[in-house]
T-cell receptor, first 110, second 117 residues
Framework: GNSVTQMEGPVTLSEEAFLTINCTYT??????LFWYVQYPGEGLQLLLK?????DKGSNKGFEATYRKETTSFHLEKGSVQVSDSAVYFC?????????FGAGTTVTVRA | EAGVAQSPRYKIIEKRQSVAFWCNPI?????LYWYQQILGQGPKLLIQ????????DSQLPKDRFSAERLKGVDSTLKIQPAKLEDSAVYLC???????????????FGPGTRLTVL
C-alpha cells in the first residue's frame, strides 16, 4: 500500500536558518508528490508538488526534488522567516487518493 | 474565487449524541472529499464523491458515519452516535480533476474541530 514517513517534530529554528524536513514514501507505480502547509487557524494549502522523477517543485522559497532512487521528497528552505511557522505535511497521490504523513510542526523564532 | 467553505468551525458534543458537518466546495469542482485529522496525525480519507456518486468509502465507519452529496454540490457528513475517539478535525476538500488522475490537486476548507466529551 501507499505510505508516507516524514521527520518528526517539533522543529524550532531562528530566523534566517536553513530548514530541511525529510520525507520518504512507499508506493506502487509512479505517484505524484506534494507538500502541504497548515498555518495556525487555517486550512491545508498546497505548497508545492512534483509529478515525476527528478522534477523539482518550488514555491515561496521552498524546494523539493522527487528522488525515485531514494523514494524521497525532502523539503528545504535556505532562510526561514517567522511567517513560515506552520505544520508541514508530505503527501503522495496514487490513483485518486492522497496519503499524508503525520506532519512536522515548525516554529521560527525572531 | 471563493474557497471551500465548512461549518460549523467548532462543535462540542457528548458521546452518543449526533452531529452533522456541512461543506460547500469550490464552484464547478466535481470531486469532493471528507478527511478525518486526529491530533498529531495526517488527514485520513473518509469518503470521496464524484458529482453525487460515491467513488470510495472504504475507510468510512459505516455503522456510525454517513455522508451525502445529493445535488452534486454541497455535502454533509453525519456521525450518529458519536464516540470519544471521533474527536478530530473534519476536513472537506474539492478537486476539479476527475477520479483516476495522477495530478490530484485538492483544495481544503478550514475544517470543523469536533470535541466529544
Amino acid at each position: 500500500g501507499n505510505s508516507v514517513t516524514q521527520m518528526e517534530g517539533p522543529v524550532t529554528l531562528s530566523e534566517e536558518a536553513f530548514l530541511t524536513i525529510n520525507c520518504t514514501y512507499t508506493a506502487t507505480g509512479y505517484p505524484s508528490l506534494f507538500w502541504y502547509v497548515q498555518y495556525p487557524g487555517e486550512g491545508l494549502q498546497l505548497l508545492l508538488k512534483a509529478t515525476k522523477a527528478d522534477d523539482k517543485g518550488s514555491n515561496k522559497g521552498f524546494e523539493a526534488t522527487y528522488r525515485k532512487e531514494t523514494t524521497s521528497f525532502h523539503l528545504e528552505k535556505g532562510s526561514v522567516q517567522v511567517s513560515d511557522s506552520a505544520v508541514y505535511f508530505c503527501a503522495l497521490s496514487n490513483d485518486y487518493k492522497l496519503s499524508f504523513g503525520a506532519g512536522t510542526t515548525v516554529t521560527v523564532r525572531a | 474565487e471563493a474557497g471551500v467553505a465548512q461549518s460549523p468551525r467548532y462543535k462540542i458534543i457528548e458521546k452518543r449524541q449526533s452531529v452533522a458537518f456541512w461543506c460547500n466546495p469550490i464552484s464547478g469542482h466535481a470531486t469532493l472529499y471528507w478527511y478525518q485529522q486526529i491530533l498529531g496525525q495526517g488527514p485520513k480519507l473518509l469518503i470521496q464523491f464524484q458529482n453525487n456518486g460515491v467513488v470510495d468509502d472504504s475507510q468510512l465507519p459505516k455503522d456510525r458515519f454517513s455522508a451525502e452529496r445529493l445535488k452534486g454540490v454541497d455535502s454533509t457528513l453525519k456521525i450518529q452516535p458519536a464516540k470519544l475517539e471521533d474527536s478530530a478535525v473534519y476536513l472537506c476538500a474539492s478537486s476539479s480533476r476527475l477520479a483516476g488522475g495522477q495530478d490530484n490537486e485538492q483544495f481544503f476548507g478550514p475544517g470543523t474541530r469536533l470535541t466529544v466529551l
